[in-house]
């Protein structure tokens, strides 16, 4: 019988449990040199994303896959897992990642393709924007000078957007510009502007600035002045992470502006390693330009790969007078100031050079600033520290900043509004007016923009729209009419003859110091607004294309033209005896100075001779009917401008012993002899144009006419009877003339 007792109920025995392996390997990856560092997206190129380099270690022979961990917007910006490396015998892994421009911090995050579970991550976080780099002297180190900024800085809207590295001439740094830390009121004012016009976009703004210093001592080891290493260790520091910088940027004119215009010349081979013939340059070199030459241990590409770099071309910047002027480019009585001559040439120069067929690694020639305040009221009834923007108001360091901001974007192509220039003009067909005006939007003034009283009319100059010179000389009745300046003859009616420039020396308008810089005068500069949250408007470019603005009224009488080796017209008998006055006229033009003089009209062994100097002047030199001197080389500071048409009438009556000199129909000189002569003119010497008897200081330029009268009025006008001599183009007539002598005219 079976006893219940002996049937087990035990269940049978379960499996041991077993635990998945752990993990196997490991995965490292480098951190960067410094937390929020910034890479560029390669806006320059069209592009808006970065490749990020990244290196570690792993157990060798694992791949290794890493992604972008975005930190500021729950991972939606992240990028994907994707394989950057295998690691080699030793452990080490490298590689990059592509990042998108992002408003969003990252964290650089790795793991082993195998275990994905084995991952690590980068302390210090990273972002992807625009990284560029300022070069320059004290005017763009000037945004970072709190000493000389007295002025409150703007609020910023965005406290992670914009930081600044700086230290080019001592220990490089980063400042992160915020409301709590602006670093200075101007480098809030940039960071508000790149803000505004890229909301939710990273930039690091590398500060290659050092004060008083120029391009030529940078790259010369042997010029203490401006250390290269010095200026490499900020480049290093700013791209420790393997960034590049994007954009480079130069409006570099005050040291160098005195090369004039060689300046395109003597520079472009430290931007192309090239010359601008196109004949390369192996660095250490001696550059050799038109104006000198200069040694070289260095050039930018040396700091710059042009595949990820491109340069930012803006300036020349505004350019204030020391003195009293009589228009752009001379002083009041007539000398040249070699600062307005030579940034004008500089502005002209720069632009040739950006022509170049190598000029590859330019991007277009961004605005040139012309609408702020340069230097402060010394107290005293002056104007101080010129050169510098103004730390004693917001249109001065902080509209500069922001004005350096928008050439940058502008000419990287971050904002879409065009550079305005002169780019229309319609002269009204009686001479009454010419108009000039910009495809890009209406012309306006700041003063206009803001609603300020006009200037009022102490000066002549003192306009609605300054800065226009009407052949060479200012134009003193400008308006806004209709969205364009209208630009009235000083004198008279405009003709085929005339030019009209705008921003002709150092682009600022102004003649009177310091009157124009107490009363503001650059807020009546033409400006375009295009609803810019920081500016009024974005300043005209300086010196438009001259067919654009030539003159489209019909043409004067014939005119024609002069070499080196003539014509020049002497007359074929000596003077009639008894003559005691005499009155020279012509209308000449020239497109550039005499080396010297030349003569514009003469008689034989100095009787009667007015020079052309080089300075622009005239110098005269009279005798009497003995060869005494009745004026020896007195100069008349006329400033002559090269390019346009003169109408010069020189008198000289002996019995009333006094000479007179009319420019343009109005009397500029009247001239008592030095001595008492005998009432005549030498009766034994002969009269002649455009060059002496023998042919030597012959006048090279144009000529519409020649005039020769025995009188003098009492103004030293044109007489109106016949004169005794006349010559006039065209050149076949001009060279038929019975008195040339020399080349035929062309």
């Known amino acids: 019988m079976l006893s219940l007792s002996s049937i087990s109920t035990a269940r049978a ?35 808006d994303v970065a490749d990020v380099p990244l290196a570690g270690t792993a157990t060798p022979g694992q791949t290794v896959q890493a992604r972008a961990l975005s930190l500021d917007d729950g991972g939606a910006s992240s990028t994907a897992w994707t394989d950057i490396g295998v690691a080699d015998g030793a452990g080490n892994w490298s590689g990059t990642i592509a990042v998108g421009r992002s408003a969003s911090w990252f964290r650089a995050e790795v793991r082993l393709k195998s275990a994905v579970s084995v991952t690590a991550q980068t302390a210090n976080r990273f972002g992807v924007g625009h990284v560029i780099a300022i070069w320059g002297q004290s005017e763009p180190d000037r945004i970072l000078s709190a000493f000389h900024d007295n002025t409150t800085p703007p609020p910023v809207a965005d406290p992670e957007a914009v930081q600044v590295l700086h230290g080019a001439a001592g220990t490089p740094t980063v400042s992160h510009i915020s409301d709590s830390q602006p670093l200075t009121a101007a480098a809030a004012a940039m960071a508000g502007s790149l803000i505004a016009a890229r909301p939710g976009e990273k930039f690091a703004i590398v500060f290659q600035t050092v004060p008083g210093t120029d391009p030529r001592q940078l790259v010369d080891d042997g010029d203490p002045a401006r250390s290269w290493a010095a200026d490499r260790a900020l480049h290093d520091f700013a791209t420790a992470d393997g960034q590049h ?18 300046y395109g010349e003597a520079l472009f081979p430290l931007f192309a390693g090239k010359t601008v013939t196109g004949a390369p340059v192996a660095f250490p070199a001696d550059i050799t330009h038109s104006a000198g030459s200069y040694h070289a241990d260095h050039w930018f590409g040396e700091l710059y790969d042009y595949t990820r770099t491109k340069w930012v071309a803006y300036g020349p910047h505004r350019f204030d007078i020391d003195g009293d002027h009589d228009d752009a480019t001379h002083y009041a009585g007539g000398a040249v100031d070699a600062r307005q001559s030579n940034t004008e040439a500089a502005r002209t120069s720069w632009r040739s050079m950006l022509a170049l067929p190598d000029a590859t690694m330019f991007l277009p020639l961004g605005l040139e600033p ?60 009686s001479g009454a007016w010419v108009e000039v005006w910009s495809s890009a939007g209406p012309i306006t003034t700041t003063r206009l923009r803001r609603g300020e009283p ?35 003859p000083n004198s008279g009616s405009f003709s085929y003859a005339d030019a009209i420039q705008f921003g002709e020396g150092g682009a600022t308008g102004a003649l009177k110091f310091p009157e124009d810089l107490i009363a503001g005068t650059w807020k009546n500069l033409p400006i375009v607004d295009f609803g810019l949250p920081d500016l009024d408007g974005v300043p005209l470019r300086p010196l438009a294309d001259p067919a654009v603005l030539a003159s489209t009224l019909p043409a004067g009488a014939p005119s024609f033209a002069t070499s080196a080796t003539g014509p020049y017209f002497y007359a074929p008998a000596n003077l009639p005896a008894g003559t005691s006055a005499i009155t020279f006229a012509g209308r000449f033009r020239f497109a550039s100075l005499p080396g010297n003089s030349a003569i514009l009209f003469a008689q034989a062994s100095t009787g009667f001779d007015v020079e052309l100097m080089n300075t622009g002047h005239l110098r005269l030199t009279i005798e009497d009917g003995t060869g005494a001197k009745m004026l020896s080389g007195a100069i008349v500071t006329t400033g002559l401008a090269t390019g346009v048409w003169h109408e010069i009438v020189v008198s000289a009556d002996q019995v009333a012993q006094i000479a007179r000199v009319n420019i343009e129909g109005v009397t500029v000189a009247t001239l008592p002899f030095t001595a008492a002569g005998d009432g005549t003119f030498q009766t034994v010497r002969r009269l002649s144009f455009l060059a002496r008897n023998n042919g030597t200081l012959q006048f090279e330029g144009e000529v519409e006419h020649l005039r020769v009268w025995f009188e003098a009025t009492a103004d030293g006008s044109q007489p109106v009877t016949s004169p005794y001599k006349e010559i006039t183009g065209p050149a076949a007539l001009a060279n038929a003339d019975p008195w040339k002598l020399g080349a035929d005219a062309t």
């Open 13 to 47: 025995a379960r499996p041991p449990m077993v635990s998945a392996p752990p993990p196997t390997g490991s995965v490292s990856v480098a951190d960067f040199s410094r937390d929020r560092t910034l890479f560029d997206s390669g806006a320059a190129f069209g592009l």
């Open 245 to 262: 910088v994007g954009i480079a940027a130069m409006s570099w004119f005050a040291s160098p502006g005195n090369l004039g215009a060689a």
């Open 370 to 429: 012309t609408t702020y305040v340069n230097g402060l009221d010394d107290g005293a009834g002056g104007w101080t520290d010129l050169a510098h923007p103004s730390g004693d108001t917001t249109d001065g360091i902080q509209r500069w900043a922001r004005l350096t901001a928008h050439a940058i974007l502008q000419a990287a192509g971050l904002e879409s509004w065009p550079v305005p220039e002169f780019d229309n003009a319609y002269w009204e067909p």
């Open 454 to 488: 006009p200037l009022g009319t102490t000066f002549p100059h003192w306009t609605e729209v300054m800065g226009f010179q009407i052949n060479g000389q200012p134009a003193r009745n400008t308006q806004i009419v209709g969205g364009r300046v209208r630009i009235h």
